[in-house]
């Protein structure tokens, strides 16, 4: 569904109404505390906590796979096998070789991209909380 400008006014006058910027002011302000017990660069920190306002603002949420990459990361960290375990056996078995190929590239670099983003991640939320 396309937002509208009228739309986009409106969440953003009810995100003023809430209370929305002073919870990101507080929760930017902890941040950055927090960034400097752990010895993170904060402008690093501010840009992360720019981006992951962005995104709230937007409405978008993280995607299956990528809650599949982070539980496996919590759970057992970086393994080996990574990309065996999130091939779908299933798929993968009606796929011909070289199509087989193309998937295989194309989950390793989906894992990549979440490997990073929960990286950045885990630096800035998860770590010494």
Request: aromatic share 10%; glycine share 4%; net charge neutral.
């Amino acid at each position: 569904m396309e937002r509208t400008l009228k739309m986009l006014a409106k969440e953003a006058k009810k995100r003023m109404k809430k209370g929305f910027w002073e919870q990101c002011e507080e929760e930017l302000s902890s941040s950055r505390s927090h960034a400097k017990e752990q010895g993170i660069n904060e402008s690093k920190m501010e840009r992360y906590f720019a981006e992951k306002v962005s995104t709230q603002i937007r409405g978008e949420t993280p995607d299956d796979f990528y809650l599949k990459v982070r539980d496996m990361l919590l759970a057992e960290g970086e393994v080996s096998n990574a990309i065996g375990r999130l091939t779908d056996r299933e798929y993968y078995a009606t796929l011909s070789y070289s199509e087989k190929q193309r998937y295989t590239l194309e989950l390793s670099e989906r894992y990549l991209q979440a490997l990073e983003r929960f990286k950045r991640e885990y630096e800035f939320e998860l770590k010494g909380r």
